[in-house]
Each structure stands twice: as structure tokens, then as C-alpha cells.
């Protein structure tokens, strides 16, 4: 991958891991480096972090007006817990609460975005981006952000957030903690052994547990070597997250096979455009990518059930999600049965299931 220089208006980082206060410079890009042992579980392949920079971010979005929760569910208790020290904090800076707002306001990106922005930092206060505007998953956000890190380091000064972070760290810890790290290799090799194919990536897979966003929201996204997710509680089992993994392997198995401008891709597309569930899919081939992923999820989640209440489950899920919207979820989900009869990797059959496609019938 191509290095970049960025310019941003913070320092460079310590070895360790922190950032010195040094002017504006050119930098380069650097791997990130995470200096607190504590708060890192390893395994063979795999990582659990509690993440800083995702509980800044997050920080942050609470402490500016992000007050959404998933029907029927009440926030996380250290959220709740971490927004009221906030408050109580940000009582005698009402000007900068204020300005804030409006920063936030005026950006107009959504929570995944400024959590896969922040994948690019450097791993402890001060802030600043140390990795290029091409690993972003959303790339136009380099230039919204791009004074983010300076908001950041001002808003960890304002509120305290140090101490608020080692008020709620022990909870961070029991977190990473309870991830089974013999679950995810199975998980993983069965994975593998279903799409008849060799691992080719080298990744470390890095879980981080997300308690200041609302329930059942997650993300993957690739810096360096790493693909993390990033979980909101209730969006996963404390395992190898599939659904965020299959992405990095169906996503480029897709491009490869259209470029979006089939007319039966863009017709189940353009049928489920304007559903809530789809806004975060905004051509087809992205729309693709989600719906095949989550065929793939649920059929492995079928091939794992322990009995047929949890095979209908899933396959209701799958009914679910294609009525919602993501309108090619139950016709991928039908034609892997095609694949799991044929002897082919699935690499190779994704072209063919793409030409297998029934035209879209309302």
C-alpha cells in the first residue's frame, strides 16, 4: 500500500504508544502501538482491546446529543454512568458544549463512520491520525475530521475523561474478558471449511467492545494487518464476529464480479432504496455485499443450530430482512443451497450465483 504524509495539527506518538505536544508537522504514517497491557487480551490470531479511541469517540457523540437506543432496550449501565460524569463535568463550560454541538451538528456522519474514523488514530490521548486516508472505510471522512483529533484532545481535557475512563475501565476489562478464544477457532474453521477454501489473509482479528452505542449495531473495518469489530452490547456472543469477518472476504469477491451496473442487481437495489434498514448502503454493489453477507451469516448460523427451533429462527430472520429491504438476502440465501450441493470454492461460484439471479418479482 502507498505510504502517506499527513498533515495534521498534533504530534507525533510516543513509542509506547501516547502522542508528545509538538506543533503542526508533516508526519508519517506509523503503525499504531498499544501501551497498556491491561487492557489488551491476546489469543492465537486474535485480540481483544479495550479501545480508547473508540470510547473518546463515543464520548464524545454521547456527550453532544447521540441519545439513541434501540426499541425496547435501556442504554448500557457504564453509559448512562459515563454520560452523567460527562454532564457533570461539561456544567461549567456551557460555550464549548455549545460549539460542539454545532461541530457535530455540521458534520452530518453517522456513528459508524466516526467509529471507523477513529481506527486511525493513535492509541491514547493526545489523539491524531497516524494511518493513510486510504485504509478508511469511509474515506470523504479524512476530510470532514480532519481537525477531529484537536476537538478530541480538548473535549479528554475538558471533561476529565482520564479519570471518567478509569472510573468504567474495570468494566472494559470484565468485557474483553468473557470472549472465548477457542470458540472463535472453531468458528472460524468451520467457516473456511464451508467455503471450501484456503485462508489467505494473515489478519489478527481485534474485537472491541463499543458500551457507549446503542444495542445491536456493529462494524468491521481493516487498519494494517488488523480487522477489527467494533460491538455495541447485544450485537454479539462473545465469539468470532462472522457477519463483520464475511465481509472481508465476500466484499472484494463481489467487485470482482460486477461493477454494479447489472440491471437485476440495481432493480432489488432500487426495490429497497428507501427502507430504513438499507441507508447505510447507498449504491449497489455496497447493497450487495450486505445482503450476501447476511444470507452467508444466517445459512452458517442454520448449519450450527441445535435444533429446529434455531434453524427457523434464522431462516425467519432471513424472511425478515429481505421484506425490510435488503431485498437480495432470501434469493442469496436460497441459491447457496445450489452451492452446498456443488463441489466448487465458493470464491468460484460467486459469479455464477450472480448470474443465477431470478430478475426481481415484487
Not at 489469543?43 to 426499541?71: K, P
Not at 452490547?233 to 460486477?258: D, F, K, R, W
Request: proline content about 4%.
Amino acid at each position: 500500500m502507498t505510504k502517506h504524509i499527513l498533515l495534521v495539527a498534533a504530534p507525533l506518538c510516543l513509542l509506547a504508544g501516547g502522542c508528545n505536544n509538538i506543533a503542526t508537522t508533516p508526519i508519517e504514517v506509523e503503525s499504531v502501538s498499544f501501551a497498556h497491557p491491561d487492557e489488551i487480551v491476546r489469543g492465537q490470531g486474535f485480540m481483544v482491546l479495550a479501545d480508547r479511541r473508540e470510547f473518546v469517540v463515543m464520548a464524545f457523540r454521547n456527550a453532544v446529543g447521540y441519545d439513541n437506543e434501540a426499541e425496547g432496550q435501556q442504554m448500557h449501565p457504564v453509559r448512562v454512568k459515563v454520560r452523567r460524569m460527562i454532564a457533570e463535568n461539561l456544567a461549567n463550560h456551557p460555550e464549548k458544549l455549545k460549539a460542539w454541538r454545532r461541530y457535530n451538528r455540521t458534520r452530518k456522519l453517522q456513528s459508524f463512520q466516526y467509529q471507523d474514523y477513529a481506527l486511525s488514530l493513535c492509541a491514547d490521548y493526545p489523539f491524531r491520525r497516524i494511518r493513510p486516508d486510504g485504509e478508511l472505510g469511509y474515506r470523504h471522512t479524512a476530510a470532514i475530521l480532519k481537525d477531529f483529533p484537536d476537538v478530541l484532545n480538548d473535549f479528554w481535557v475538558t471533561v476529565q475523561l482520564d479519570k471518567v475512563w478509569n472510573e468504567v475501565k474495570a468494566d472494559y476489562i470484565a468485557e474483553i474478558n468473557k470472549y472465548d478464544f477457542a470458540k472463535m477457532q472453531r468458528q472460524m474453521a468451520f467457516l473456511w471449511e464451508y467455503l471450501r477454501m484456503e485462508r489467505r489473509d494473515t489478519l489478527t482479528l481485534v474485537n472491541v467492545p463499543n458500551l457507549l452505542e446503542t444495542h445491536f449495531h456493529a462494524i468491521g473495518a481493516r487498519y494494517e494487518n488488523y480487522y477489527y469489530t467494533v460491538e455495541s452490547p447485544g450485537a454479539h456472543a462473545y465469539g468470532l464476529n462472522v457477519h463483520e469477518y464475511l465481509h472481508s472476504i465476500v466484499n472484494p469477491l463481489v467487485q470482482a464480479a460486477t461493477d454494479g451496473s447489472d440491471e437485476k442487481l440495481l432493480a432489488y437495489y432500487k426495490a429497497g432504496e428507501n427502507k430504513a434498514i438499507t441507508r447505510s448502503y447507498r449504491n449497489p454493489v455496497t447493497f450487495t455485499f450486505e445482503c450476501l453477507v447476511r444470507a452467508l451469516d444466517h445459512r452458517l448460523r442454520v448449519l450450527l443450530a441445535d435444533g429446529p427451533a434455531d434453524k427457523k429462527r434464522a431462516e425467519d430472520r432471513v424472511n425478515y430482512l429481505t421484506e425490510e429491504g435488503l431485498t437480495l438476502t432470501e434469493p442469496f440465501y436460497l441459491l447457496l443451497a445450489d452451492y452446498e450441493k456443488s463441489d466448487v470454492s465458493f470464491d468460484k461460484f460467486v459469479p455464477v450465483m450472480l448470474q443465477s439471479l431470478p430478475e426481481y418479482d415484487q
